[in-house]
């Protein structure tokens, strides 16, 4: 019955060996005639596999029939054939087998861990032992390059090549797993199932085959939704077994599918087929029962005294039953292993290998008791040619199956062997107790779901022989579906099997499978809802899968897309993947791609990051402009105090803090690419109004140092190659006048410390004790005369501070064209907050500016000058009276009165002016 292991989709274009020969265009995803992408509705019950969008009928097609060479070894077995899957197994255990034939079949295809060893390379050497000296547990440094090997992977391949996109993951997957076996195998005994080496080396075999699942079953989805609409029901009359189960596969996508489901399962369990660790060599022996035969010709030629234990009279295949009589105990043993490590042949799809091993153990019967599963074919009936055709399959199958079902429920056989004829007549209920883990039970459940479905087709094209009417009815009218299979897992009585039912990888496999996609997307926001986190590979895995079926054009939740992929940008954020983070966050919605590229952003701080950064978001598509904008506004946002008026007392905490300095920082983002300039400017005006406000001072110099000199004139360049004629957009215009503005407040302020510095550090005059000596007198000359070149320097020096500073306060309460801080352009867009921070700044820095210049002028014997600073304040050119508070205004008012003062004492008038008698 092993007609289970390569029915007619594992032709061209589903088998991995013959894809590489096959001229068959590989399909990406069907296209509608627009060139959109079809939307698949992935099986769920039998009836709904034939709904294909109509814009399928017009597709090129190349009928099934054409791709295919079917026989009834080709369809129904291995025959010989390459197997459906052919990868390079990992056992974790040696298998010892030798001379089985001339071939020597078993190191070809198993080879033993230090073989496989050996196939690497030096530098895979060299990197793995500098891993393991670096790392207590090293597996998890060394599978951390998967995570630029899939986007590399991704990027290599377009989304026209999806299925060799598919096969590349899993070609990646299996790399890392040899990688990691080889670290497994180097740890101590008691560390091989417990490192976290062990942990990802499982969930990379998980992933490793759940990738060549979904490559097999969307492979056949998706041809399958191209051919459908054009296939048509076979009109032709059944001519053998074998023609009506070709129909059936062809038309009959859950058939063919759950077949696919098997060939899989099988493909894990031929890979891991090292793990069978069993000493076998006997098997080389081509006598069967030989121990049992030894003893029975010594009871033959001596006496009977001592041979008390009954065995076997005979050695036919049935003696034992039909006497109920023992073999010897080696022979029993023996046999015990051989069919344990059959039904593991089996179990993996290799039927051909248990055969010929049959043989080689002197038990050619048993092997013919494999071979009549085949389906029965006559390809000469309708005159098939000139020469006569061998006749194929047993055209007594049904009398054969009804044997295998009743050995299957005879007790008096090996569990084993009763699983083994269970398999070849569709007895699920004899074919679970052999079943230890998820993947045994799924295979026996699809694997019996095919038997009986291809049975019932046979009976019922009325090409079944009445023999089959002894088998059970509860096998012929079973009404087998993909969802009873996941039921029927539910209720299994084997809590290893209940448990790991509920592994993530399972679950996705169980949904892949079922085709339910709806049901794949809430399991994972549960997931991701819950806790604790996911595995880092688990979540990779996730993330590349969604991106899989979104290049199917298959709809997604969309919630549950961004969910997955915030979750894996913020892995790749803790984790250091750096590079890669662009491009994920670039298959986010543009709102919410700009938001999580610039939370990452806040946190990169290196100068040379952050071009690599940008980089990369602009080689992903990503809004740059916008991402930078975020995090500015975002970093300069954070801050609770609020523009205030303040009276004249100095500020307590003018330093600039850690919080500070990150909003100094953030225009970095902004001056690497000369097309954010404008951005900058207004950018770097917004934060230093804060400091300004704050009386941060030094923290604004720091952000106005940070904006290139040349920006101005950068903007007014790209403005012109935009072929633009002045003048500028009325928001670069305001602010390029706003950080005109803040310059010659700070220009004003920088000199006033420069004057209040040099005033505050006079030369000292030399003085003379009362008691002086004439040497002493005369070294007190020469210190009068340093001291009085000194103090002409000084107050030359002075002067010339007063005059700077003068000018230069004078700019800021004078400034041209409206005022310090007011806007020229009116018609620019409303911006409330910034409106409301330039009037509060006026109110908060003329008023202090202009204190400071009456303090220098007092300070220098300038009253007169002082005096007609109030000119300046009340005139109604510059209506500078308006921001003063009526406080503010009292104590200039105070200060002119004791300048007036001074200026009585001289003898002049309050004014300044000389006196007329």
Request: contains cysteine.
């Amino acid at each position: 019955m092993d007609w289970l292991n390569s029915p007619v989709v594992r032709e061209a274009e589903v088998t991995r060996a013959a894809r590489r020969k096959s001229s068959h265009k590989n399909v990406g995803f069907p296209l509608s005639q627009d060139g959109s992408p079809v939307a698949l509705n992935t099986p769920a019950p039998r009836s709904g596999m034939r709904q294909v969008p109509s814009s399928l009928f017009k597709q090129p097609f190349t009928p099934r029939s054409s791709l295919r060479n079917p026989d009834v070894s080709a369809i129904l077995a291995t025959g010989g054939r390459t197997p459906r899957f052919v990868h390079t197994p990992r056992p974790t255990s040696g298998l010892s087998m030798v001379n089985l034939d001339d071939s020597d079949w078993t190191n070809s295809l198993y080879p033993s861990p230090l073989s496989v060893m050996g196939e690497a390379s030096f530098t895979d050497e060299v990197n793995m032992s500098a891993v393991i000296l670096k790392e207590e547990d090293h597996g998890e440094a060394a599978s951390l390059s998967l995570f630029p090997d899939f986007l590399q992977a991704f990027l290599k391949h377009s989304s026209s090549a999806v299925f060799d996109l598919l096969e590349e993951y899993e070609n990646i997957c299996q790399d890392k797993v040899l990688t990691l076996q080889k670290l497994v195998l180097q740890s101590a005994p008691g560390q091989q199932k417990t490192s976290k080496t062990a942990g990802i080396f499982w969930l990379l075999q998980q992933e490793m085959v759940t990738w060549r699942l979904i490559n097999s079953l969307y492979r056949d989805r998706i041809q399958s939704a191209l051919e459908d609409d054009i296939l048509m029901d076979f009109s032709a009359p059944s001519e053998s077994e074998k023609v009506v189960m070709e129909q059936l596969f062809q038309r009959d996508a859950v058939v063919r599918q759950s077949q696919l489901v098997v060939d899989w399962l099988e493909s894990i369990a031929k890979d891991e087929i090292g793990d069978f660790s069993d000493n076998i060599e006997y098997y080389a022996k081509s006598v069967c029962w030989e121990n049992t035969a030894h003893a029975l010709k010594l009871r033959r030629t001596q006496s009977q005294a001592g041979f008390n234990r009954p065995l076997v009279t005979e050695l036919d295949p049935d003696a034992p039953v039909r006497q109920k009589r023992p073999l010897a105990d080696l022979d029993r043993e023996d046999d015990a292993r051989l069919l344990k490590y059959l039904f593991t042949l089996i179990r993996a799809g290799m039927t051909d290998e248990a055969q010929r091993l049959c043989k080689r153990c002197g038990q050619a019967w048993r092997a013919a008791t494999l071979e009549g599963w085949k389906l029965y074919h006559d390809p000469n009936i309708n005159g098939g040619g000139l020469e006569l055709q061998p006749v194929e399959g047993n055209p007594h199958r049904g009398v054969w199956k009804v044997c295998c079902w009743r050995m299957a429920e005879e007790d008096q056989f090996n569990r084993y062997e009763r699983a083994m004829y269970a398999v070849l007549s569709g007895n699920l209920k004899q074919l679970l107790p052999v079943c230890e883990s998820w993947e045994d039970t799924v295979w026996a459940y699809f694997r019996i779901m095919v038997d009986t479905l291809v049975e019932q087709e046979i009976r019922s094209s009325g090409m079944s022989s009445e023999e089959l009417d002894e088998l059970p009815r509860e096998y012929l009218e079973a009404n087998w579906t993909l969802e009873r299979v996941f039921e029927e897992l539910q209720a299994t009585e084997s809590k290893r099997v209940l448990q790991e039912t509920k592994e993530h990888y399972h679950v996705i496999q169980k949904f892949v499978i079922l085709g339910d996609l709806d049901g794949l997307q809430e399991e994972l926001s549960d997931w991701l809802a819950g806790s604790p986190t996911l595995p880092f590979h688990l979540l990779r895995f996730i993330t590349h899968l969604l991106l899989f079926y979104r290049s199917l054009g298959m709809q997604l939740k969309e919630e549950v897309f961004v969910d997955v992929l915030k979750a894996y940008i913020g892995l790749l954020v803790k984790e250091k993947q750096t590079d890669l983070i662009a491009f994920y966050d670039s298959h986010l919605p543009p709102d919410i791609a700009v938001s999580q590229y610039a939370q990452y952003l806040e946190t990169v701080m290196e100068a040379e990051q952050r071009k690599n950064c940008l980089k990369r978001a602009h080689e992903a598509g990503l809004d740059v402009a916008a991402i930078i904008k975020t995090v500015v506004e975002t970093v300069r946002g954070r801050d609770n105090q609020d523009f205030s008026h303040h009276d004249l007392t100095p500020a307590l905490e003018t330093a600039t803090s850690a919080e500070d300095q990150q909003k100094i920082d953030v225009i970095d983002w902004l001056i690497f690419d000369p097309a954010h300039r404008a951005e900058a400017l207004k950018q770097s005006n917004a934060i230093m109004r804060k400091f300004l406000a704050c009386k941060k001072h030094d923290a604004a110099k720091e952000v106005f140092a940070k904006v290139p000199e040349d920006s101005m004139r950068e903007i007014c360049r790209q403005w012109e190659e935009q072929g633009m004629d002045p003048p500028l957009p009325a928001e670069e215009e305001n602010a390029i006048r706003e950080h005109l503005c803040i310059r010659a407040y700070l220009e004003a302020h920088e000199a006033f410390n420069d004057w209040f510095k040099h005033l505050s550090s006079p030369p000292v005059k030399p003085t003379l004790a009362a008691q002086a000596k004439f040497t002493e007198k005369v070294a007190h000359e020469m210190r009068e005369k340093e001291y009085q070149l000194d103090l002409e320097n000084w107050q030359g020096r002075l002067d010339a501070l007063t005059e700077d500073v003068k000018e230069r306060i004078y700019n800021v309460l004078l400034f041209v064209d409206g005022g310090w801080m007011v806007d020229v352009r009116e018609d620019a867009e409303e911006d409330s907050d910034r409106a409301h921070q330039m009037a509060m700044l006026r109110r908060l820095s003329l008023p202090m500016m202009a204190f400071l210049l009456q303090t220098v002028l007092q300070r220098t014997q300038r009253h007169k000058e002082s005096l007609r600073l109030a000119d300046v304040i009340a005139s109604e050119q510059h209506r500078l009276y308006e921001v003063f508070s009526k406080e503010e205004l009292r104590n200039f008012l105070q200060k002119m009165r004791e300048s007036s003062l001074l200026l009585l004492d001289k003898g002049l008038d309050p004014l300044g002016y000389e006196m007329q008698s």
